[in-house]
DNA sequence: TATTGGTTGCGGAA
DNA sequence: TTCCGCAACCAATA
């Protein structure tokens, strides 16, 4: 927390020279691990700086850190890699750290007399973020370093959408692309520089060779790593990470792709794909700012400029993608402004309806490793511990199935799955998501429910996606790949699969769960509206209306092995 | 107060 | 393939 005393001394010594001394900068990496379009990093390679120490701090409570599966550490780690190994084409080099970047910074500050801290800006007002940034450069302030901050993780800066929107940020997509226009054009990327100002220091501080390099999550008390025994080289996540492979898959994806692009709808892509993906895979390189969205939005418009096709537009347009991410950052910051951090929770969040959900920690589970006995869910479960990323339908199916469809249980705690296992984990995003899927926020229409049988059935009628995922399954006849427990014993005889053995039957019965939680959703927000209208007077509710489901309540089939 | 629109539902009928 | 009933949500707009 505090500059330790002689540390202090060896920084005042270094300092208080009358003469204007040459600028020494640390440019801190946290997100935005990139060269290109990378304001602070642009600004500190001037030529006025003497010496530049680029600095990551490898923080274990940091959102990209803390609950992270091993997949998505070592994304981390083949980022930090990439961008080690660009910045030594630069004659520079990354420098790594260990802990908390609040002791860590000052120490290193006075070490190599450092004068000038640059790092891009965390808009969200995600909770630990932001008090780590106020310490930050609280404590540097103290000790006479400029702090430059510099906002780029969104196409214009958060606070700009703020100053547009008036007495309250707008709350629908519709509003916002209304604000958006009145933004103007969207800042041109800048280039990466291709010299950087020599570091001092070549000892010690590598980047990450591997995973387990990182400071690893820990279970509890537990003092044993959580996936530290995992060997990285068994898994398959679907991309791989840096800053390189931001802008070979932007090339690949969207440059080469202009009919692609220029006709993009969201919602009609595929979340069945099992070789070449619908949609461009290129947000696990925007959550950890390997590509700069400002770069993303031009090589979107000269693409589409290249094609004669029909052009699609926002909000299912590519672009309309970007404008819903700059959107969930906005909303995100609305929420943390005035509240302890509420984004991310029901309590205290004033974009959450409270719903009162169940809490069942063995149904939790059971939808966390796919044996819910609904292949389509199961499968895109699979995927996501497999390969970190699931298609944008595939995590509404089994988003929906968790919490308002099936399973009834709370969206934080699926939210906190996502955000441990997903490449493109994003606090804004995935809680934005999340309040829409569970009909908590934004979305309320509560009757349009996906069936984990129907939905991709018209997309995927042999069921290829289920197969590769759910390689038990692979034999069985296309008829029952998404109902398998309706297979006759012969013919599961002949699949080499035993429902209730090798795969469960279902968890819940869909048909009558799905109704019964609408009528559940219904009092919920019914008692929401009492709630709201007439303080909090909500005595003379019933409780929830009967279902009109035909269908017997079923007991619930947890006895499948 | 009524109307309209809301990135991405399902199932059956025509 | 498109359209409707389903039971009917909310927020913004006129």
Same mark, same amino acid.
């Given at each position: ?353 409270? !719903? ?20 389509? !869910? ?11 990323? !699931? ?107 035993? !429902? ?62």
């Amino acid at each position: 927390m505090y500059w330790t005393l002689p540390s202090l001394a060896l920084f005042l010594m270094a300092s208080s020279t009358t003469l204007k001394k040459p600028t020494v900068a640390i440019h801190w990496f946290r997100k935005g691990l990139r060269l290109h379009d990378n304001p602070g990093i642009i600004h500190s390679s001037r030529e006025a700086v003497s010496k530049l120490y680029p600095l990551y701090i490898m923080d274990g409570e940091c959102y990209q850190i803390k609950h992270c599966t091993a997949l998505r550490a070592n994304f981390l780690v083949e980022c930090l890699q990439d961008l080690d190994g660009s910045l030594r084409k630069g004659g520079s080099r990354l420098h790594v750290a260990k802990g908390d970047p609040v002791e860590i910074l000052p120490k290193l500050c006075a070490k190599w007399g450092v004068t000038e801290l640059t790092f891009e800006e965390d808009e969200t007002g995600e909770p630990y973020a932001k008090q780590r940034d106020e310490q930050v450069i609280e404590e540097a302030e103290r000790c006479g370093i400029t702090v430059k901050t510099f906002a780029s993780e969104t196409l214009h800066p958060v606070k700009t959408y703020v100053s547009k929107s008036g007495s309250a940020v707008p709350n629908t997509m519709g509003s916002f692309q209304g604000i958006f226009g009145k933004v103007g054009k969207v800042p041109l990327p800048q280039d990466a520089p291709i010299h950087f100002p020599p570091a001092d220091d070549q000892d010690g501080m590598d980047a990450p060779k591997k995973a387990t390099d990182l400071p690893w999550p820990r279970n509890g008390s537990c003092e044993e790593p959580v996936w530290g025994a995992k060997e990285c080289k068994d898994l398959t996540p679907i991309v791989r990470g840096g800053e390189s492979k931001a802008l070979k898959q932007l090339h690949k994806k969207v440059t080469q792709r202009p009919t692609f692009v220029a006709t993009y709808e969201k919602p009609k892509t595929l979340p069945v794909a099992t070789e070449e993906m619908s949609t461009t895979v290129l947000s696990p390189y925007m959550s950890l700012g390997c590509l700069s969205p400002r770069k993303m939005w031009y090589a979107i418009e000269d693409s589409s400029e290249r094609s004669s096709a029909p052009k699609s537009k926002p909000p299912v347009s590519l672009h309309g993608q970007l404008l819903w991410r700059d959107f969930n950052h906005l909303i995100a910051h609305a929420a943390n402004k005035n509240e302890a951090g509420s984004w991310g929770q029901m309590e205290g969040n004033k974009y959450c309806r409270p !719903i009162p959900w169940s809490n069942d920690p063995e149904l939790l589970q059971v939808w966390k490793e796919g044996r819910t006995g609904y292949p389509w !869910i199961d499968a895109c479960m699979k995927q996501l511990e497999q390969e970190g990323w !699931i298609h944008h339908l595939g995590r509404h199916a089994v988003a929906c199935f968790l919490t308002r469809g099936d399973l009834w249980q709370s969206w934080e705690k699926g939210a906190e799955h996502f955000e441990s296992h997903l490449l493109d984990a994003d606090y804004a995003l995935n809680g934005y998501n999340w309040l829409w899927l569970s009909c908590s926020g934004f979305f309320y229409q509560f009757f349009r429910c996906y069936s984990p049988i129907a939905f991709q059935k018209k997309n995927d009628p042999n069921g290829h996606y289920i197969r590769k995922y759910l390689p038990i399954l692979k034999d069985l006849p296309s008829k029952y790949i998404y109902e398998p427990w309706k297979a006759p014993i012969a013919v599961q005889k002949q699949a080499g699969v035993r !429902i209730g053995q090798d795969y469960p039957k279902p968890i819940v019965d869909h048909a009558f769960e799905s109704k019964e939680n609408m009528s559940k959703m219904k009092y919920a927000y019914d008692l929401f509206k009492e709630s709201t209208k007439n303080g909090n007077d909500v005595s003379k509710k019933r409780g929830p209306s009967k279902s009109k489901s035909k269908y017997k309540k079923q007991k619930k089939l947890t006895d499948f092995q």
